[in-house]
């Protein structure tokens, strides 16, 4: 259970007539420290934590608060979109986040996105369910899906024809570091408004649906006519014992504008997934080349550096890079 830590119902009357009609639910999440960029929809301040949360049900469209008691009044951001709240290093002591469940009135209910039905009990499975359920799916717009091997709803980017985003990476604001442990890779990290990494585990729960087991890794740097992408056949991953390890049968696309990354001649195949405290290729690349990744056991590691410092790929062979998304679709 990793988001779930409390559970907290709030009931709050707001008619002076008496009549409770309006009626949320919060769940409390991680609050984590890291460096990052948010899009806010609202900042203010109150003098405790209902008070803000009283904010987040006033405005049907707010899905998350973050209280934080590092000054007084104390801050109170309320967000549109999002599941865990981000903060800068030591502040998460202070901050508290909640995320809404549900959102009712005396005209109907608000549930977060993918969640539908009697008090949002239910969750869509997919991003083309979440799409024929009329939900906004459109381009990075965030949807809970919960994949029918999956124990709980995660939230993904939705792209048309139900592809997820898996990863992305912005070359503008604040770097997301992503030399981080296999643990982290494995649950995920980031901040799904902007860069992140959505979790080995998520995403050998969405391939092993068996429908969705391409992979797009697309290099942007400004146009998306000028994109270069590599895609691949019939992804998997093995579980934790094989070290999520990845297989494809095939590269999909042009080499001479999308290097073949994976099969090429340093490649991914069967390689377990590597990171600086967990390195299977004997030559400590996940450590030298700053990023987690199915590195090949070969002192090149591998022909392009994903999850490596932005440096490392901003002017390497793909020309000068600002969006990276690494993708899986049907
Ligand atoms: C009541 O909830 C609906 C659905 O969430 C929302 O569209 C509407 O703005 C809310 N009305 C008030 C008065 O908050
Ligand atoms: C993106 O790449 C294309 C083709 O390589 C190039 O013509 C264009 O100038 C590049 N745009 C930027 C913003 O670098
Ligand atoms: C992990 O995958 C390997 C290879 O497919 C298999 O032999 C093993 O039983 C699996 N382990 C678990 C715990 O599922
Ligand atoms: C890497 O992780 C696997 C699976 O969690 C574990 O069995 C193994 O001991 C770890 N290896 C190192 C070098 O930490
Ligand atoms: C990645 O982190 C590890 C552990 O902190 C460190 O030893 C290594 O030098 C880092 N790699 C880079 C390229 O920063």
């Given at each position: 259970?990793?988001?779930?830590?409390?559970?907290?119902?709030?009931l709050?009357?707001?008619?002076?007539?008496?009549?409770?009609?309006?009626?949320?639910?919060?769940?409390?999440?991680?609050?984590?420290?890291?460096?990052?960029?948010?899009?806010?929809?609202?900042?203010?301040?109150?003098t405790?934590?209902?008070?803000?949360?009283?904010?987040?049900?006033?405005?049907?469209?707010?899905?998350?608060?973050?209280?934080c008691?590092?000054?007084?009044?104390?801050?109170?951001?309320?967000y549109?979109?999002?599941?865990?709240?981000?903060t800068?290093?030591?502040?998460?002591i202070?901050?508290?986040?909640?995320?809404?469940?549900?959102n009712?009135?005396?005209?109907?209910?608000?549930?977060?996105?993918?969640?539908?039905?009697?008090?949002?009990?239910?969750v869509?499975?997919d991003?083309?369910?979440?799409?024929?359920?009329?939900?906004?799916?459109?381009?990075?717009?965030?949807?809970?899906?919960?994949?029918?091997?999956?124990?709980?709803?995660?939230e993904?980017?939705?792209?048309?024809?139900?592809?997820?985003?898996l990863?992305r990476?912005?070359?503008?604001?604040?770097?997301?570091?992503?030399?981080?442990?296999?643990?982290?890779?494995?649950?995920?990290?980031?901040?799904?408004?902007?860069e992140?990494?959505?979790?080995l585990?998520?995403?050998r729960?969405?391939?092993r649906?068996?429908?969705?087991?391409k992979l797009?890794?697309?290099?942007?740097?400004?146009?998306?006519?000028?994109?270069k992408?590599?895609?691949?056949k019939?992804?998997?991953?093995?579980n934790?014992?094989?070290?999520?390890?990845?297989?494809s049968?095939?590269y999909?696309?042009?080499?001479?504008?999308a290097?073949?990354?994976?099969?090429?001649?340093?490649?991914a195949?069967d390689?377990p997934?590597?990171?600086?405290?967990?390195?299977?290729?004997?030559?400590?690349?996940?450590?030298?080349?700053?990023?987690?990744?199915?590195?090949?056991?070969?002192?090149?590691?591998?022909?392009?550096?994903?999850?490596g410092?932005?440096?490392?790929?901003?002017?390497?062979?793909?020309?000068?890079?600002?969006?990276?998304?690494?993708?899986?679709?049907?």
């Amino acid at each position: 259970m990793e988001h779930i830590l409390l559970f907290l119902v709030v009931l709050l009357c707001f008619s002076w007539q008496c009549q409770c009609l309006r009626q949320a639910e919060f769940l409390k999440t991680k609050v984590i420290s890291d460096t990052f960029e948010s899009t806010k929809m609202g900042e203010l301040q109150t003098t405790n934590y209902k008070m803000c949360l009283f904010q987040c049900v006033e405005r049907s469209e707010c899905r998350r608060a973050l209280y934080c008691q590092n000054i007084n009044p104390s801050n109170c951001f309320l967000y549109d979109e999002g599941e865990n709240c981000l903060t800068s290093s030591g502040n998460e002591i202070n901050c508290k986040c909640y995320n809404k469940v549900y959102n009712c009135n005396e005209t109907g209910c608000s549930c977060p996105k993918g969640y539908y039905g009697d008090k949002c009990k239910s969750v869509v499975k997919d991003c083309i369910e979440a799409s024929d359920k009329g939900f906004d799916t459109g381009k990075y717009k965030l949807v809970f899906i919960q994949p029918t091997t999956s124990i709980l709803p995660f939230e993904v980017q939705c792209r048309s024809g139900g592809a997820r985003i898996l990863s992305r990476q912005i070359y503008s604001g604040l770097p997301v570091n992503f030399n981080r442990t296999l643990n982290e890779y494995e649950e995920g990290f980031g901040n799904r408004e902007t860069e992140y990494w959505i979790g080995l585990k998520k995403i050998r729960e969405i391939l092993r649906i068996g429908e969705y087991d391409k992979l797009k890794i697309g290099f942007f740097n400004g146009s998306y006519s000028n994109s270069k992408q590599a895609h691949y056949k019939h992804v998997s991953f093995g579980n934790k014992t094989t070290g999520y390890a990845f297989s494809s049968s095939a590269y999909i696309g042009d080499r001479s504008t999308a290097p073949d990354i994976m099969l090429g001649s340093v490649n991914a195949l069967d390689q377990p997934f590597s990171t600086f405290d967990n390195d299977s290729t004997g030559h400590a690349c996940a450590a030298n080349f700053g990023g987690g990744w199915w590195f090949d056991n070969d002192p090149y590691c591998s022909l392009a550096n994903i999850n490596g410092p932005r440096f490392a790929l901003s002017y390497g062979p793909y020309g000068k890079i600002i969006d990276l998304q690494i993708e899986i679709y049907k």
